[in-house]
């Protein structure tokens, strides 16, 4: 039945198996307290669709633990699918039981929710006495409460801290449709106890609703002993009437349940099921005049599903629904059932079965067993294992080696079910079934897209324009924007903060980043890219070779191009031996490409691309660099037309550039590493540098915009020279001329390191205000004498102290002139600044005011703070900031 929330059908028979378990399903996940391991496995997994299928199930942990205990060898085959096929954890939040019972379909098109008391079990799906309530996607209701269950189970992965667990779930999130927002309706129907006990939540809002309860209703089949439980629910409620639903197997001393609710106040009305049968279904319900308020699902009458929260009691999830009285009362008699009146004194018939005492805890615990690729198996333990133990399947036992991390057998283990022995063959450990990752993520990613396809932003028709199969190759050769890798799925409207989960912790999803970055197979490029040169190699790089035939669709190794030694001659000599027909009819490709372009120069600042390689980066530019230098040398053929146009190629340049060789101010990537590494110097020489180099030449380039360029590029430049990237050889020359600019190897050198001296004032002035958005900079003369060679006016800043701009314009007016001592004036407030290293920073906020100092200024603190995007009050001791 589902007494389900007002977009849901109340009177509605659930049949979990046929809901949840059918073949276009792409995802299911499962939270239970029992498994039927035989009944999933043998049953319900062959119900469920072909690869890509995301199947998980969180079961109690002690429970699980009990259940893999008791496999006999007769019976291992059962396990086969588990872990490989699915992937099967315990949980345990605390010394509470892992509770809730929650199940999770997803298709292509849909996704449904179902929450109830029924654990994955025959019973609990199929035959028992169970209530479930069945959430939509696309519905108001159902969007909320998949959305409560989402964050709800992200956190409970936290918790558990397992990578194939936090990479299922990621997976999940791009399969599940996009949701409706929080606002859709104002409270969410699923409850869970993480933060606080259901029975709170559930007394706080019907006394919120209601001055007085006439009716409290309750099914459960378990209480804790005493049922003092449902006795605080009457104190907190107050109810006219209480109502209670038994069987005679219900769980509870019922002499004690008798005594605690006759000194509650409410008159007590006993009903017994018939037939008379275990009933599982967990009810309780409050009825005031025509408003009725129903909570459901897998927590009990006791006090560790009720009255404490998660970590101190249970896991539990819970379904709240406003309901009109009939239909409440309806929803605590199971089909094909009644209910009739009993004695209250009958209740005294009723007992406590505490349950078995549990079995002893193992010295040690297995938390995780990891197939490794020669069939060895690894294994991390609680707390450390001894050093005669071994590790055991049902066949056989091997020794293990310590490794740091845990140990590795020795030899390969057939399992899939193992668990630790000691010297003298007894069991000292649980049983766990090995994890196959490798199994489990074919299962997960056949139909990926990863490394396939095209960019988003291309078309199929796109593809045909040498560009656009230079950057199709790309895209599947190397790893551009690291966003990209998981792919475009339904829930993207999953932000980063919340994926960190709400404990701020974020470190297990980083972890699982790191891993699935880190087994891209487009990894494999860097290493083909940048080995060829750590190991003494010479010529040009295979990648850049097979770059450079996608670009003109030729065969490989067609031209031989390995003769060449230095890669702008193989580019030059290609624009000599072609032609410019192919290129011709192509301008269309040019704002998509752009955008292509443009997006991914945007991700190579994101920190997570160095997970993929080390000097991803450095990679990315030396192909993208590639694809520039091609294009301007087809660029120059008589009659070309090229897909983008000179311009854009600026454009595009320096958007690369910029972010990798920085500002001077600290900010490029190169920055961030260590340049005295032999291996980097390697890298950075060579092709590279001489690729770079012949870039910002064309970036400068004598026309008549070179002075705008020029201005623009000095940061640029002077980072370049800095880090002695700057490298001008007889391929560079040849290179230029096939561009269509013959110059020799001094007017290349000239040129370029006449852009660094080069002086504009009002030109620089116009475009530092722009990119700062400040009203105007004014530049003026410093007479004889003066402390500072440059004086800096500034419209457009109010309070200097606190603009994150002014460390910036500081370091920007100082690059410029190449001076180390400037003044800053505003033109609009009177207020100024001077800086120079050494000496304090001084501040004075209008001509009457008090001189502020700051300690004298180190080498690099203004940077420190432009990068950081700081502000010049932070040098200041707090007291003279309020001054």
Request: proline content about 6%; hydrophobic content about 45%.
């Amino acid at each position: 039945m589902s007494p389900g929330p007002p977009d849901s059908d109340p009177a509605l028979v659930i049949k979990p198996i046929a809901e949840l378990f059918h073949a276009d399903c792409v995802a299911l996940w499962a939270t239970t307290y029992n498994l039927d391991l035989a009944l999933f496995n043998e049953y319900l997994l062959g119900r469920l669709g072909d690869p890509p299928l995301n199947a998980v199930v969180l079961a109690d942990r002690d429970r699980l633990d009990a259940s893999l205990d008791a496999v006999p060898p007769e019976r291992i085959e059962i396990l086969g699918p588990v872990n490989r096929r699915w992937l099967l954890r315990g949980v345990r939040v605390g010394p509470g039981r892992f509770h809730p019972k929650s199940y999770l379909t997803v298709t292509a098109r849909t996704a449904k929710l179902l929450v109830g008391s029924g654990n994955l079990s025959t019973n609990g799906i199929d035959a028992g006495r169970e209530v479930f309530t069945a959430f939509v996607a696309g519905t108001p209701h159902g969007d909320a409460a998949i959305r409560t269950w989402r964050s709800w189970m992200r956190r409970l992965i936290n918790a558990v801290d397992d990578t194939l667990l936090a990479e299922r779930f990621t997976d999940l999130e791009q399969r599940l449709p996009k949701l409706s927002g929080p606002s859709a309706v104002a409270d969410s129907p699923l409850w869970h106890n993480l933060d606080r006990p259901l029975a709170d939540q559930f007394c706080d809002t019907v006394i919120a609703r209601t001055g007085a309860v006439d009716q409290l209703i309750v099914t459960a089949p378990y209480y804790d002993e005493a049922g003092d439980a449902l006795g605080r629910l009457v104190d907190r409620l107050r109810p006219k009437r209480l109502i209670l639903y038994f069987a005679s197997s219900t769980n509870v001393d019922g002499g004690r349940l008798a005594a605690r609710l006759a000194g509650g106040g409410a008159e007590v009305e006993t009903l017994a099921y018939v037939p008379d049968r275990f009933t599982h279904a967990k009810l309780v319900g409050a009825v005031a005049g025509e408003e009725g308020w129903l909570l459901s699902g897998s927590a009990n009458l006791s006090h560790a599903a009720l009255t404490l929260p998660a970590g101190l009691g249970n896991v539990e999830l819970a379904v709240f629904a406003d309901l009109s009285p009939d239909v409440l009362r309806h929803a605590f008699s199971p089909p094909e059932t009644t209910a009739e009146p009993r004695p209250f004194m009958s209740l005294a018939d009723l007992t406590f079965d505490a349950g078995g005492e549990a079995p002893a805890p193992r010295p040690i615990r297995i938390t995780r067993a990891t197939l490794l690729a020669d069939r060895r198996v690894h294994i991390i333990t609680e707390p450390a294992l001894g050093d005669t133990w071994r590790l055991a399947d049902h066949a056989s036992t091997q020794a293990l080696v310590p490794d740091g991390k845990g140990s590795t057998t020795a030899a390969p283990l057939v399992g899939p079910l193992v668990h630790l022995v000691d010297g003298v063959g007894e069991v000292v450990s649980n049983h766990v079934v090995i994890d196959d990752p490798d199994a489990l993520h074919r299962v997960l990613q056949v139909g990926e897209k990863t490394g396939t396809g095209r960019p988003a932003e291309l078309t199929t028709t796109d593809l045909d324009t040498p560009l656009g199969q230079a950057l199709l190759f790309l895209h599947r050769n190397v790893v551009m924007d690291v966003s990209e890798r998981a792919g475009a799925g339904g829930a993207g409207d999953v932000s980063r903060d919340e994926a960190a989960g709400n404990d701020g912790d974020d470190d297990l999803w980083n972890r699982l980043e790191r891993e699935k970055l880190g087994r891209d197979p487009r990894a494999g490029t860097y290493a083909r890219l940048l080995g060829q040169r750590l190991c003494g190699g010479d010529g040009v790089a295979e990648p850049l070779i097979e770059l450079l035939e996608a670009m003109l669709a030729r065969a490989p190794g067609e031209a031989s191009p390995a003769r060449y030694a230095s890669l702008l001659q193989l580019i030059a000599r290609n624009a000599e031996s072609g032609t410019g027909a192919r290129w011709s009819a192509t301008a269309k490709v040019r704002v998509r490409a752009r955008n292509v372009l443009r997006r991914w120069a945007a991700a190579q600042t994101d920190p997570r691309l160095s997970w993929v390689d080390p000097l991803a980066p450095l990679g990315n530019l030396s192909m993208v660099a590639t694809i520039f230098a091609q294009l301007w040398c087809h660029k120059a053929l008589p009659g070309a037309v090229i897909e983008l146009t000179s311009d854009d190629l600026d454009d595009l340049w320096a958007r690369w550039f910029r972010p990798f060789v920085g500002t001077g101010q600290g900010d490029g990537w190169l920055d961030q590493i260590d340049l005295t590494d032999q291996r980097i110097q390697v890298q950075l020489g060579g092709d590279f540098s001489r690729s770079i180099t012949a870039l910002c030449w064309l970036a400068i380039r004598p026309d008549d915009r070179r002075r705008e360029r020029v201005v623009a590029w000095q940061p640029y430049l002077q980072a370049a020279f800095d880090k002695n990237l700057v490298d001008v050889d007889d391929g560079t020359v040849e290179f230029l001329a096939a561009t269509g600019h013959p110059v020799d190897r001094g007017r290349v050198e000239m040129d370029l390191l006449g852009a660094l001296e080069f002086i504009d004032d009002m030109l620089w002035c116009d475009q530092r205000a722009a990119a700062l958005g400040l009203i105007q900079l004014t530049l003026e003369a410093t007479s004889a004498g003066q402390r500072t060679s440059v004086r800096l006016r500034v419209k457009g800043v109010e309070d200097p102290l606190n603009d994150p701009r002014l460390p910036s314009l500081v370091v920007a007016v100082r690059q410029y002139r190449s001076t180390d001592s400037v003044a800053l004036f505003g033109a609009d407030y009177d207020w100024r600044i001077v800086a120079a290293t050494g000496e304090p920073l001084l501040f004075k906020a209008g001509l009457g005011a008090p001189l502020l100092e700051s300690s004298p200024l180190e080498v690099g603190t203004v940077e420190q703070l432009a990068v950081a995007n700081g502000i010049l009050a932070d040098l200041f001791p707090a007291d003279a900031r309020v001054a």
